[in-house]
């Protein structure tokens, strides 16, 4: 089992950046897959990005350039660093993650609460 918590999340303006975080528990962090989805109103929850436990990286077309995801084992956290953000980024974004690193990026076995993120035009 793993439990994700998010936090970073907020109001910025267009142009603006954020860093979100996602706390993970237990010891087995460093062989998970991590990976960040986002909802926006009325919208379906879609793939962002992903880490692989190697630190492969993957994203999704739109943000790419503009977002990049890391992860400190030692602390059992991932990030989502956006940067140049524009008012389609506001979203609920969503931490996953999952022991294969292809599934992460469609149907992961585990996901946090969620953390709002608002970009003002």
């Known amino acids: 089992q793993v439990q994700l918590v998010e936090s970073g999340g907020g109001l910025v303006q267009a142009g603006g950046s954020l860093r979100l975080s996602c706390a993970a528990s237990?010891?087995?962090?460093?062989?998970?897959?991590m990976g960040w989805f986002r909802q926006a109103p009325g919208k379906g929850r879609e793939f962002v990005a992903a880490?692989?436990?190697?630190?492969?990286?993957y994203f999704q077309d739109s943000v790419k350039g503009r977002f990049t995801i890391s992860r400190d084992n030692a602390k059992s956290t991932v990030y989502l660093q956006m940067n140049s953000l524009k008012p389609e980024d506001t979203a609920v974004y969503y931490c996953?993650?999952?022991?294969?690193?292809?599934?992460?990026?469609?149907?992961?076995?585990?996901w946090g609460q969620g953390t709002q993120v608002t970009v003002s035009s």
């Open positions: 237990g010891r087995t962090f460093s062989t998970y897959n």
């Open positions: 880490i692989s436990s190697a630190g492969d990286t």
């Open positions: 996953a993650a999952d022991q294969f690193f292809f599934r992460v990026r469609t149907t992961p076995d585990y």
